[in-house]
């Protein structure tokens, strides 16, 4: 399963704009900051979030769910952004930032940075989910604070479910210091014989297997009241039944980072997935980036730690409060308190696509657009199934990047295949951790006869693409999805994403192109509609900027919106400012990262920047330009970073049906907008604040429109159908 022999793409001229470098040069000089710190933005998007769980506006249960996404976005941080800043360090390539601080100040800062959102992290806990949590019945014990009756279950509990489990690692010389795994919870020991102590000072590690829960709910009392107690605490408590005939001393619990990227020249590599089934062995033994401890460790188990573990203490972060906070996560599932939720919202089945005979009868009549979540992922998991075990259909394929557990894409493909359909699936690899599962995938399917590629070498297949070669009375035709999320019917439910099927020839024909670039030979393929990185896309998005550039200059009206999740590319950033200069009113809306910096006098001052955090991750892409007379409008796969446009495969696809776009442009990008509670404006400082409300102006919500106006087009379509 060796990836297909393919030629090097070469990266698409730059088309930088006319101002592009004296912008830099002439803002700089007047002290003034053009750029944003790639990591700086990133942790301040974290902030964000952060928000939403001291904001008393969000259900309790929520709000703890958003603490524990604070901390699983801070791991992922650390192992791919902090690991990859501390390589330039202490390497001769480390190039300065687009801001242009070395990676030195960079590590400096983010440092600074992140400390302060790990404070205010527990503060939150401390201070404000805790005790509501308290209040609501649902409380959090230490082992200093079980009753007699408590420490009774909690013994029971540790004899009959976590001692068995456990493997206490000595360390002294005949034991070397143990492996600690990336991201697992160990506990450090120290003990000694108590007949002669002055002699013996022992240390041993338990590390502690994934498989046990670590939050851990005791029996409910007769009161009500739902106790949890941490599994750190229960495996302190108990660490002496480990160590028959010592003492112990202490018992900390600690968990290590450790970098997790991959370090694969898919060039070079004769056999792609073995490889990177190698590399992820590896990983595990990836150099330590970060160690989380309890604040009162002794100072030499410290020590000890940070020696073995090759790590400074700045590097450490002593907690005052639980480790591990992404365990709260599970906290609403183990909690039956629809009242501390956000109300049940069950993503809307069109029912214009219920009584259709097929989805491939419902696409001819006209193109679909969803939008997810509020409008279900069904009819995309229907587009592959349908494909499957219809006798029309002769061929299936599908990228597939992430997908969830139990795939029902990939059952559907597996099904196809046997049903003696040509099948392919792109399956890409290196889907950042997700490439043990998608080797799972690839090797699944390859048993079941699918053809199985991993894409360009050297580039990420990152484009969400499906489409069906279908037999019909008047020919061949082609059905295709396009969409700006994963074929994840889990994930869908989560993020907001857009979805469009069609069977419009002029756009079945750019994917089928695009298909048999990626499964054949490509040098440079002539892309008549979709926008496809790395071959027209940086280049077309430049022109279309330049253009609205060129119309405002010339009188015309001229406007871009665009909605992504990132933007980084310091060629676009630069030609977001030239077009600025020239009076293009431009609107952004960024989730996360943003390097360009809106409302700098005399630069960005025709730029406005939100970002909205709320209910669901915001995930669509979506780009408008007025282009005069000739609006476009995209959507598809792609933020506007370098990585994106010279080292993936992504795809846009144009919005060419007429009420499709004015469900965009008219309601869609109008509500991202006008959100005036989920929403925060981007300040020349790099900072965000909340949208300033106008005396009259009524609270809005981007999401909750997109809910009730779901409800609201099924519940005419039920009237229309009925």
């Known amino acids: 399963m060796s990836p297909p022999t393919t030629q090097r793409i070469k990266r698409s001229t730059k088309i930088t704009a006319k101002t592009g470098k004296s912008i830099a040069q002439t803002v700089a000089g007047g002290g003034k900051i053009v750029y944003a710190n790639r990591e700086l933005s990133w942790l301040a998007f974290n902030q964000r979030v952060l928000e939403q769980a001291q904001s008393d506006t969000n259900p309790l249960l929520e709000r703890a ?85 408590e420490r009774a279950w909690v013994q029971a509990y540790f004899t009959k479910q976590v001692q068995p489990v456990l493997t206490p690692l000595a360390i002294d010389q005949s034991h070397p210091f143990p492996q600690i795994a990336n991201k697992t919870l160990n506990v450090i020991v120290t003990l000694d014989n108590p007949d002669t102590p002055e002699l013996e000072d022992l240390t041993a590690v338990l590390p502690v297997p994934r498989i046990l829960p670590r939050l851990v709910q005791m029996t409910p009392d007769r009161s009500g009241t739902q106790t949890f107690i941490f599994l750190s605490d229960i495996i302190k408590l108990h660490a002496g039944a480990l160590f028959p005939g ?39 033994r990836g150099a330590a980036v970060r160690m989380e401890i309890e604040a009162d460790v002794p100072e030499n188990v410290f020590t000890l730690l940070c020696e073995q573990l090759k790590l400074s203490p700045e590097f450490v972060f002593k907690l005052e409060g639980p480790l591990n906070l992404v365990r709260m996560m599970s906290l609403p599932d183990l909690v039956d308190r629809p009242d501390l939720k956000y109300p049940v919202f069950t993503p809307v089945e069109l029912p214009s696509l219920r009584v259709a005979t097929s989805i491939f009868a419902a696409m001819q009549e006209r193109d679909i657009l969803l939008h997810h979540p509020y409008e279900s992922f069904n009819p995309v998991v229907d587009f592959v199934q349908q494909a499957a075990r219809d006798p029309g259909v002769l061929a299936i394929k599908q990228t597939l990047y ?86 994840n019917p889990k994930t869908a439910r989560l993020y907001t994403d857009l979805s469009l099927l069609t069977c419009n020839p002029e756009i079945t024909a750019d994917v089928a192109l695009l298909f048999n670039s990626l499964t054949g030979f490509a040098r440079s393929p002539e892309f008549k509609h979709l926008l496809v990185a790395p071959f027209n896309l940086h280049a077309r998005i430049q022109e279309l900027i330049a253009t609205e550039a060129a119309n405002a200059t010339a009188g015309k009206p001229a406007r871009i919106i665009a909605k992504m999740n990132k933007l980084v590319d310091k060629v676009t950033i630069d030609n977001l400012y030239a077009a600025s200069q020239a009076g293009v009113q431009i609107d952004l809306v960024v989730r996360a990262t943003c390097c360009l910096l809106p409302g700098v006098k005399g630069l960005s001052d025709n730029i406005r920047i939100r970002n909205i ?45 007429p009420d499709l776009r004015d469900r965009i442009l008219n309601d869609i990008l109008p509500a991202e907008l006008r959100d005036n509670e989920d929403a925060r404006e981007l300040q020349p400082n790099g900072t965000y604040l909340p949208h300033i409300r106008q005396e009259g102006d009524a609270s809005f919500s981007a999401q909750k429109h997109f809910m009730a106006a779901a409800q609201q087009r099924a519940a005419e379509q039920i009237e229309v159908v009925g």
């Not at 604070?70 to 930032?97: C, H, M, T, Y």
């Not at 780009?623 to 609006?631: E, G, I, S």
């Not at 796969?637 to 060419?656: C, G, H, K, Q």
Request: net charge neutral; aromatic share 10%.
């Open 402 to 487: 992430r997908t969830s557990g139990d795939s029902p894409i990939i059952s559907a493909l597996i099904e196809a295949s046997r049903n003696g359909k040509q099948v392919t699936a792109l399956i890409e690899l290196k889907a950042r951790f997700d490439e043990a599962n998608n080797i799972k995938w690839a090797k699944e399917l390859e048993e079941a006869g699918v053809h199985v590629v991993f894409g360009l070498v050297g580039h990420k297949t990152h484009c969400k693409c499906s489409m069906i070669v279908r037999q019909e009375a008047d020919g061949l035709r082609h059905y295709a999805h396009i969409g700006t999320g994963n074929y």
């Open 613 to 657: 955090v709320g209910r669901y991750l915001e995930h669509s892409r979506i780009f408008y330009f007025q282009n005069d007379t000739a609006p476009l409008l995209y959507c598809g796969s792609s933020d506007w970073m370098t990585r994106n446009f010279f080292r993936r495969v992504e795809a846009l696809v144009p919005i060419y049906q």
């Open 65 to 149: 769910k958003f603490l524990a996404i604070v901390s699983s976005n801070l791991d992922e941080f650390f192992e791919i952004r902090i690991a990859g800043l501390l390589q330039q360090k202490d390497s001769a390539w480390g190039e300065p930032s687009i801001d242009g601080l070395s990676p030195r100040e960079q590590l400096k800062r983010a440092f600074a940075e992140i400390k302060n959102l790990v404070k205010a992290q527990y503060r939150c806990w401390d201070e404000q989910l805790g005790p509501a949590l308290a209040k609501e019945k649902i409380t959090f014990k230490t082992a200093a604070q079980l009753t007699a009756a």
């Open 246 to 284: 010592y003492r112990i001393n202490s018992a900390h619990a600690f968990r290590v980072t450790r970098n997790s990227d991959l370090y694969i020249d898919d060039e070079e590599a004769e056999n792609l997935l073995k490889r990177i089934e190698e590399e992820l062995r590896n990983l595990r």
